[in-house]
Each structure stands twice: as C-alpha cells, then as structure tokens.
C-alpha cells in the first residue's frame, strides 16, 4: 500500500545538542532550538544538584532532557534514531511544557493497523527504518518538537526531591510520552478525525458507555463521548492487565449527609484516605478578606478567624487565590479533621490537589463547582455530615463498567488535555495524567506507572506476529508475561486468563497466523518458545515440554 506522510507540527530552526548514551540500536537525540544565552544555552552559574552536575542553568537543562531520553530509551529499544527538536520558551501562566509528533504515517510496512495514522517515531519502530530521510543533522526532520517554559524556576536534579519547585524531569518524560504515541490525532471539540483517518491511540480509546472505539465512532458521538466523564477507558490488554499491579484498590467518594456519592480526588499531600474512612460534621472554614492576596473570607488563605467552630471538623473551603496546601495547613492549625476543597470553576470529573507541604497530616481533596455549590446550599439550612470514604469495589482511576483504566474524558473540553491522558483520579498518580504531581517518580513501568503497557499496546514492542500487540491473546509482545505450562490436554477452549498465558494459547494464535500450514505454525511456536526462554521467562526443560506438546497436538 502507498505510503501516505503528513506534517503536523510546524517546524524549528536546529542545532544538534547531544545525544544520550544507552546502548540501543537506535538513539533519543535531543536537538537545541534555542539560540544564544536562553534556554539550553543559558550561561547563569548553577551548583550542582540532584545528581545534575552541570555548571550552568542551561547546562542542566540540557542534562535533565539527556537523562530522560535515556530512560525513554531504555523502556522502548527504539530501531531507528528519534530526533526531539526542544527549546525554552515563554508559554504562559500555568503551562509547564508541550509536545507532539512532527510527522504521522500510515500503510507502511509493518503497521499493525491498515489505514491507520502512527506518530513518527513508532512507525519508523514498526517498519525498522526511518521513514522520512533526509540529509544528516541538523537538516534531520524531527520526529518530535517540544517546548517547555522559561517562566517555571523548575528543580533540574534527578532525585524526585524537588520540594516547593516543579521536577523537570517527570514533565520532559511526560511531553516525550505523548510525543512517542500517548495523544490521539481526533479533535475533541468538534468530533472530526485528523485527514478524516483513524489514528492508534483511538483504536484503544472506548466509550464503556456504548461499546464503542473512537475510531469506529460518528462525529456527534464522538463530541458525546469526549465528555463522558469517567466512562471513556483505555482497552488494550497489556495496560488492563497491568491495572491490578498499577492502581490502587479503592475509588475516593463523599457523601452528604449520607446521600448518593460524590465525586472525590484527594490530594497529592497529607494523609491517605484508608478504607476506614473520615466521618464529621461539616463546616464551612472563614478567614480574613485581605485585598489582592486574600479576597474573600472563604478561601482559607489566611488563619482562619471561625477555629472553634472547625475544630474536630471536616473544613469545607473554596478554591483560589492561593495554593492547596496552604489552605489544607490553615484548616489542619484550626483543628480541621480533613478539608473539602469546592471548585470555583466548572468541570468534571475534579482534578487532585497540587503541592506540597510534610507538616500535613489529615486528608482533604477536591470536589467540582456544582457539588461544592449543593453542599454550601445545605450548609446554609442546618448541620451537616460529611463521610470522605473509599469504594474497595473499584480500583481508582478505573470505570465501573468494564474496569478498565480510564482516559481524561473532560466537561468541558480542556484543549490539550482531553483524551489524551489517563483520568485525573488514578492513585497512585499516573505520569500521563493531565497535571504533574509530586509522588511521581522516574519511572514509566509498572508497578509505578502504566505507561510503558500502554506504548506496549500500541506497538512499540511488536512481535510482527500480524496480530496487534494491544488485542493480542497470548505470547507476543511482553516477555513478562506469566506463562503456564499447561500440558497437552488444554487445547481446545483455553482462552486468556488473568494471571498469563497459557501453551494452548500460543499455539491457537499461531495456528490463526498462519492458516493450514503447520510447518510454519511450528516455526512460529518454536520461535516464541526460544525468545521466553532467551529472556528467563520459561526454563530449558519447560521449553522442550512446549515443543513436545506442540508436535503432538498441532493440526489435531
């Protein structure tokens, strides 16, 4: 099939940078945009710090995107180079960073999906050659462009020890991961597909609601779906089935004076909400109204003035003015048992509460603007009972249709947020969240993350078993996978189970791949069989036992 190319980002002026060290075929390479003392260049002395040893600002920068590049590359084993244009720039109040394939391609060789657009860099994986040469570097098309904010005073050490200030390095690992394949190509406002095609993170983007793939909607259902709060999910097998080993048991709520539950996020700071739960009686928190720092008597930004009335209490607070802990830290001085953040904005589902403070040591979170609003109306008709509690039906960050993890579906449509995240309410906090927290770590895998099953699905390990990898139903792409020695009996009916995969498995699947030719099914369960004992997955003995059981029941 024709090979079809597209620009979707628009291009920068480049000078190659560096380039990071890990020993895969292909390299991450960070190339500079920014021109002379800003950005990566900018010369101001800095000490070192975290691990970052750079003697300029710049310097560090430049290393924190280096260190990040090397963990992408260590987790995707990329086959071909992948060219990153990056620059420091001013990007306006609260955002931290952005980034996006340069180029997207579809019916290549080796794409798993016909008609299908891939991000530039996981179809040049799938093929095993760059697919949009060019003279070298720096004349090299980028696969990715990136930009992140000169307004920020970010922590550029490597230790996740950035107390007050912004960690670079999860937001550089954050904007890659989108970069790399974690965005879809669909515009959520308007329901339209990019070139009216399907894009890959689509094909796994499902409306629990209806049963249906993003990529298999109409345009008004997509618009319908977009803001589906808490019923959008990303379907592919290998981030479902790393769910359980991710994302923690129990789904934050509220209930009112023991109504129906509310949607609750807690915050990334303080205590953790525990399946025994925080009951009290509710109460509206009241400060002094200072001009311009503290205008209203409701937000909490300064000591509260109502502290025998909050004492032993749940503290309800508005949003605003100032930051999350310092309003939680108010409340906590007064006495306050926990602390109800009410949105003042609209939207849905409630994001976490950022910050940071140790001294914090009771729950609180965040509910949205028209639950906040039903709350104060209650409020003003008499005393109130709030239980902040956990539903151990669900894991958090999972819909309660399916199970599955959800995606960022947003009332209204946040541009550049929509979809192309996993949900707000994931605990421990995803990386691909819409929002950077501080318990993130460097890690991209499980158990700590569930981003790299989700590259897994798309196809950045593909097993060119023409199956793809995020509907494939046994041994194929993840070598972590929990194989089962099940002997030579369980052929027929054995499908996946929770806990791996099964001989039978790997045998059906070949037998599908390759139709009335057992010399090539062979081949196939002979190969799979070296690769998981190559990789410790299965021992030498459990190996001739799979052939064995293979010879003998193959075309049966």
């Not at 007050?164 to 550089?172: E, F, G, R």
């Not at 060119?464 to 009996?489: E, K, R």
Request: aromatic content about 6%; charged content about 15%.
């Amino acid at each position: 099939m024709r090979k079809l190319i597209y620009s979707v980002v628009a291009g920068a002026a480049m000078a190659l940078a560096g380039v990071s060290t890990a020993l895969a075929q292909g390299q991450i390479i960070i190339v500079n945009a920014n021109g002379p003392n800003v950005g990566f260049n900018d010369p101001t002395p800095a000490a070192p710090v975290g691990g970052n040893t750079g003697a300029t600002v710049g310097q560090q920068r430049l290393n924190v995107f280096e260190f990040a590049a090397n963990i992408w590359e260590q987790v995707l084993q990329p086959k071909v180079n992948i060219y990153v244009v990056s620059q420091f720039a001013p990007l306006g109040p609260n955002v931290l960073g952005s980034a996006g394939t340069q180029f997207v391609f579809r019916n290549f060789p080796g794409a798993e999906y016909p008609d299908t657009w891939y991000h530039s860099a996981l179809a040049d994986q799938l093929a095993g050659v760059d697919l949009n040469p060019a003279p070298p570097a720096p004349t090299q098309p980028p696969d990715i462009i990136a930009q992140f904010s000169s307004d920020f005073a970010f922590y550029l050490g490597f230790d996740n020890n950035e107390g007050l200030l912004v960690d670079l390095l999860p937001v550089v690992l954050h904007e890659l991961g989108h970069g790399l394949g974690f965005s879809n190509f669909a515009n959520e406002g308007n329901g339209t597909l990019f070139q009216n095609g399907k894009d890959i993170y689509s094909q796994y983007t499902i409306d629990v609601s209806t049963g249906k793939v993003w990529n298999d909607m109409t345009i008004p259902e997509r618009i319908a779906s977009a803001i589906n709060v808490r019923n959008v999910s990303w379907s592919g097998i290998n981030v479902t089935k790393d769910v359980p080993k991710v994302l923690r048991r129990g789904e934050p709520f509220v209930t009112i004076n023991g109504g129906p539950p509310l949607m609750f996020n807690i915050a990334a700071f303080g205590a953790q909400l525990t399946a025994a739960g925080v009951t009290g009686e509710l109460v509206q928190a009241l400060d002094d109204a200072i001009p311009v720092t503290s205008p209203t008597t409701t937000d909490a930004c300064t000591a509260l003035t109502n502290s025998a009335a909050v004492a032993g209490k749940i503290a309800l607070v508005d949003r605003g003015t100032c930051g999350f802990a310092v309003k939680v830290k108010n409340a906590q001085n007064a006495g306050a048992i926990a602390v109800i953040v009410a949105d003042n904005q609209p939207g849905s589902p409630p994001a976490g509460l950022g910050g940071q403070d140790p001294t914090i040591n009771i729950v609180s979170g965040r509910v949205i603007q028209t639950d906040g609003n039903a709350i104060k109306a209650l409020l003003a008709a008499g005393p109130v009972t709030a239980t902040l509690d956990l539903d151990l039906a669900f894991r958090a960050g999972t819909d309660h249709t399916r199970g599955l993890a959800m995606v960022a579906a947003l009332n209204p449509v946040v541009g550049g947020s929509s979809i192309s995240h996993f949900d707000y309410g994931g605990i421990p906090n995803q990386l691909m969240e819409p929002s950077i927290n501080i318990d993130l770590t460097s890690s991209v895998r499980p158990p700590e993350d569930l981003t790299s099953s989700q590259m897994t699905d798309i196809g950045w390990f593909s097993d060119a078993d023409g199956v793809p990898d995020g509907v494939d139903s046994c041994i194929g792409s993840d070598l972590q996978t929990q194989v089962i020695v099940d002997g030579c009996n369980s052929k027929a009916g054995n499908d996946l189970q929770a806990n791996g995969c099964t001989v039978a498995d790997d045998v059906n699947q070949c037998e599908i791949d390759f139709p009335h030719k057992p010399l090539h099914q062979l081949a196939c369960v002979i190969n799979n069989t070296v690769r998981l004992q190559k990789a410790k997955v299965i021992t030498g003995k459990e190996a001739a036992g799979i052939l064995v059981c293979t010879i003998l029941t193959l075309g049966n």
